[in-house]
């Protein structure tokens, strides 16, 4: 393994002079100057900055000579450079080249990948090069293209085998009065999981305004992703904060000004149907490679009438979707909730409405969704329809969104043993509830599919998914009871109560 | 990791050539690439100007008592590494034999790298010996290099018959023409009439061409100084046939 490159600027963050830097570098090594040319460096990462996270970085670089990508690998040396071309992002990982891609994609699964900064730069490589001509390091003066740009920095890239000749190149231009430059961390907002620093006396209100803005704000930035569809989980990073909202606008009745039922309530639920579906179809597309693996009597190719049945009502629910995120309700809803949530904190209405601590809600809540699940549950039996654990299904929901939402002012341990609880439970029920869906959702798109002439290859090859649902319905059926019982356990009770939803 | 070897029994048939400019070829791709030069003249390493000289020499890498990344050597190109000849590697087959599992233990050393690199290639030296067995069950391809002569399909025969001899898993064997000259009657008569029922015979040849030989002069693989040459558009013909094995 090789030590990642090493870059180095000027203490003021000035510009750095070649002529010095060359002429010390002279004094042990053969110094090769290349021509100075213009480079444009475009990083490029998911939106959740998942190559960042796995000690990737992958950047796209056009020069007059060519374009080519580079894959920084996490030990620094081992990067891959391959030539490119047409290469346009966003892209999904697939597009790339080969060996590029076989690395990038294991990391960046469904996500695409998206510019994450775009620099016009002047580069200048050196060559350092020993008594046998051979290149032992090099260095590269990088310089902003314009004005604005990041100060200039010089790099020391390694070579394998060759390590002591880049720390003594170091060496010579920290003697120039060069240092390390910091590294910066970019981390977009992806997550709407509300951070920590609340207490439990803190009026709940700041609480609840904290999470309702770090919702807002995520859905603000998966909004232009989602409108340029670049990727599925922009929308359903969208959808799970408008979720949230919805819960944790239901969590906050007591403490929260009138409006928020009358007025907000409805909005939310109006953007989260409008949101529905199409990610129902995305949904549909992403597990279409599973559902090919469940036929045996069919030909997986039988289904690709449904996959162009999906993709053309997508486009058409895509519209309807554009269209109302476009729209003056929308934009009016995002201004007006950010209004509300400026003055939610410092208006009279507060002081005169119940006064409830940060504990106390979290108490309460955490209580009452507790007290929902487990009646609800309890009273599953045998005969019980598929809508009864549909509605358990979304209490459990409530009562994980009133876990998190309340998560800054809980215990961490005790908090992630009762979500891992829930979790079990919530799977179950998922894999019930999505099988009845997705049934009943196939059943829809075959009529529509016969309406249109499909082949009877296709109907059959979806009637025997609907068979497979209905086994896999059957299945979580039967886990339920013990799915619930671990939940319901004297155990996973007292951890219930540790967090208030004993009260 | 994909593991190719340019091997003939005969010496001075392009072997060296063959596996500087394709390891280069494979890198230019963007594959992470290994050259090991295991012939004593280290052609292949006085080519990237890397010193031929390995610390423990042979015996330390066989023996294991030295790593084999503490040995490898970035070349002057992108992705493409170098691990070096040295002039204790004639001394090569005493090394393995003193050593467990004898015939397997060069692609035991690289199974130490295989999450560094995407491609290998193993220069080989010209001979049939325990470094040679080495190279067939450490291989995925052979890729043996003939000079269109008539001696040469002999030596392809034995070749063929050595590694349909070997125990264990076999390389799949390329061969190619090298050093051809379609100005002599002899070359073309050779070409036409190679069985290829047997052995997979590549349809790219590589001519006689001076600037394959300016390799050890311009101290680069040719598609790196030529890069429009013929040369280089033979190799990349090469590199897309056998790339694909």
């Given at each position: 393994?090789?030590s ?9 963050e000035?510009?750095?002079e070649l002529?010095?830097?060359v ?12 021509v ?18 796995a000690g990737?970085?992958l950047?796209?670089q ?6 080519r ?6 030990d620094?040396?081992s ?5 490119v071309a ?8 697939d597009?790339?080249p080969?060996?590029?891609r076989?690395v990038?994609a294991?990391?960046?699964g469904?996500?695409?990948?998206m ?12 060559e350092?090069?020993?008594?046998d001509?051979k290149?032992v390091a ?6 902003p293209a314009s004005e604005?740009?990041?100060p ?14 880049a720390?003594?190149?170091?060496r ?5 009065g ?14 709407s999981?509300?951070t920590?620093g609340t207490d439990r006396?803190s ?10 803005s770090e919702?807002l704000a995520?859905m603000r ?6 409108l340029?569809?670049?990727d599925?989980?922009?929308?359903h990073?969208f959808?799970v904060s408008?979720?949230?909202?919805r819960a944790t ?10 409006a ?10 109006w ?6 579906p ?10 279409l490679p599973?559902m ?7 030909d997986?190719?039988?289904?690709e009438?449904l996959?162009?049945h ?5 486009t058409?629910?895509r519209?309807?979707?554009v269209?109302g ?5 929308y934009?009016?809803?995002?201004t007006?909730w950010?209004?509300?949530?400026d003055g939610?904190?410092?208006?009279q209405?507060?002081a005169?409405?119940?006064h ?5 809600l979290a ?6 969704a507790y ?8 009273a599953?039996?045998?005969d019980?329809?598929?809508g009864d ?8 929901k ?5 876990l998190?939402?309340c ?9 992630n043993?009762?979500v891992?609880d829930?979790?079990g ?10 099988s009845e ?14 309406a249109?002439g499909t ?5 059959l090859?979806?009637?025997e998914l609907i068979?497979h649902?209905d086994?896999?319905?059957?299945r ?8 619930f019982?671990?939940f319901?356990r004297?155990s ?12 | ?5 340019t091997?003939n029994i005969?010496g001075g048939v392009?072997k ?12 230019r791709?963007g594959q ?8 004593p003249?280290a052609?292949a390493?006085?080519v990237?100007r890397?010193?031929?000289?390995v ?9 294991r008592?030295?790593?084999i ?11 493409l590494?170098?691990?070096?000849a040295?002039f204790s590697?004639r001394n090569m087959?005493l090394d393995l034999?003193d050593t ?13 790298v ?6 290998v290639f193993?220069d080989?030296?010209?001979s049939?010996s325990?470094v ?11 890729l043996?290099p003939l000079?269109?002569a008539t ?6 025969e ?5 590694v ?11 061969a ?5 000259d379609?100005r002599?009657?002899?070359h073309?008569e050779?070409?036409?009439?190679i069985p290829r ?5 590549a ?5 006689a061409?001076?600037i ?13 100084f ?17 790339r694909?094995t």
């Amino acid at each position: 393994m090789t030590s990642p490159p090493r870059a180095l600027q000027a203490a003021d963050e000035g510009q750095l002079e070649l002529e010095a830097i060359v002429a010390a570098l002279s004094a042990r090594y053969v110094v090769a100057a290349g021509v100075r040319q213009r480079i444009r460096r475009v990083q490029v990462d998911t939106f959740d900055r998942r190559l960042r996270a796995a000690g990737l970085t992958l950047e796209h670089q056009s020069t007059a000579s060519g374009e080519r990508l580079v894959l920084g690998r996490p030990d620094g040396s081992s990067a891959a450079a391959v030539p490119v071309a047409d290469l346009r992002w966003p892209a999904p990982a697939d597009l790339l080249p080969g060996p590029v891609r076989d690395v990038v994609a294991a990391v960046s699964g469904i996500r695409a990948l998206m510019v994450a900064s775009d620099e016009r730069r002047r580069v200048r490589q050196l060559e350092l090069l020993n008594e046998d001509g051979k290149t032992v390091a090099r260095v590269e003066l990088d310089e902003p293209a314009s004005e604005a740009g990041a100060p200039a920095r010089l790099t020391v890239r390694t070579l394998r085998g060759y390590e002591e000749q880049a720390q003594r190149a170091v060496r010579i231009l920290a003697g120039l009065g060069l240092r390390p430059v910091e590294s910066t961390d970019d981390r977009a907002p992806s997550s709407s999981k509300p951070t920590a620093g609340t207490d439990r006396e803190s009026p709940a209100t700041v609480l609840l305004t904290r999470a309702l803005s770090e919702f807002l704000a995520t859905m603000r930035a998966n909004l232009p992703g989602l409108l340029d569809d670049v990727d599925t989980e922009f929308l359903h990073d969208f959808r799970v904060s408008v979720r949230r909202t919805r819960a944790t606008l239901k969590l906050g009745r007591h403490c929260l000004p009138e409006a928020m039922r009358t007025r907000w309530e409805p909005d939310f639920k109006w953007l989260g149907d409008l949101t529905t579906p199409v990610r129902d179809l995305d949904v549909y597309e992403l597990d279409l490679p599973t559902m090919r693996s469940w036929l045996v009597a069919a030909d997986p190719a039988d289904l690709e009438p449904l996959a162009t049945h999906l993709r053309s009502r997508r486009t058409v629910e895509r519209r309807a979707l554009v269209r109302g995120l476009r729209s003056a309700r929308y934009r009016r809803l995002v201004t007006e909730w950010q209004d509300e949530l400026d003055g939610l904190t410092d208006t009279q209405e507060e002081a005169d409405r119940e006064h409830l601590s940060s504990g106390r809600l979290a108490d309460r809540g955490i209580a009452k969704a507790y007290r929902r699940v487990a009646r609800g549950g309890a009273a599953i039996t045998g005969d019980s329809p598929a809508g009864d654990l549909h509605l358990l299904r979304k209490r459990c929901k409530e009562l994980r969104y009133a876990l998190e939402v309340c998560a800054p002012v809980l215990a961490k341990g005790p908090r992630n043993r009762a979500v891992a609880d829930l979790k079990g439970l919530q799977d179950v029920l998922g894999r019930f509830q999505d099988s009845e869906v997705q049934r009943q959702a196939l059943r829809g798109f075959a009529e529509e599919m016969m309406a249109d002439g499909t082949s009877a290859r296709a109907v059959l090859a979806m009637g025997e998914l609907i068979g497979h649902l209905d086994a896999e319905q059957d299945r979580a059926r039967r886990e339920f009871d013990g799915a619930f019982a671990l939940f319901a356990r004297p155990s996973s009770q007292q951890l219930m109560h540790r967090l208030g939803g004993g009260r | 990791m994909k593991v190719f070897a340019t091997y003939n029994i005969k010496g001075g048939v392009g072997k060296t050539s063959t596996a500087v400019n394709l390891a280069y070829l494979a890198a230019r791709e963007g594959q992470r690439t290994l050259l090991w030069d295991l012939d004593p003249q280290a052609a292949a390493t006085y080519v990237f100007r890397v010193r031929a000289r390995v610390k423990g020499g042979g015996h330390g890498l066989v023996t294991r008592k030295r790593p084999i990344e503490a040995a490898l050597r970035a070349t002057d190109f992108d992705n493409l590494d170098l691990l070096p000849a040295d002039f204790s590697y004639r001394n090569m087959d005493l090394d393995l034999d003193d050593t467990k599992k004898r015939t397997r233990r060069l692609g035991q050393l690289l199974d130490t790298v295989t999450d560094d690199y995407d491609i290998v290639f193993l220069d080989c030296p010209p001979s049939i010996s325990l470094v040679s067995e080495n190279v067939l069950h450490a291989s995925d391809t052979l890729l043996v290099p003939l000079i269109p002569a008539t001696l040469s399909l002999r030596t392809l025969e034995q070749l063929t018959r050595f590694v349909a001899d070997s125990e264990g898993s076999r390389p799949e064997v390329v061969a190619f023409f090298s050093m051809a000259d379609r100005r002599k009657r002899l070359h073309r008569e050779v070409i036409d009439a190679i069985p290829r029922d047997r052995t997979r015979v590549a349809d790219t040849v590589i001519p006689a061409l001076s600037i394959i030989e300016q390799m050890a002069e311009r101290r680069a693989p040719v598609p790196a100084f030529a890069p429009t040459s013929r040369a280089a558009s033979c190799y990349e013909q090469l590199w897309a046939e056998v790339r694909a094995t």
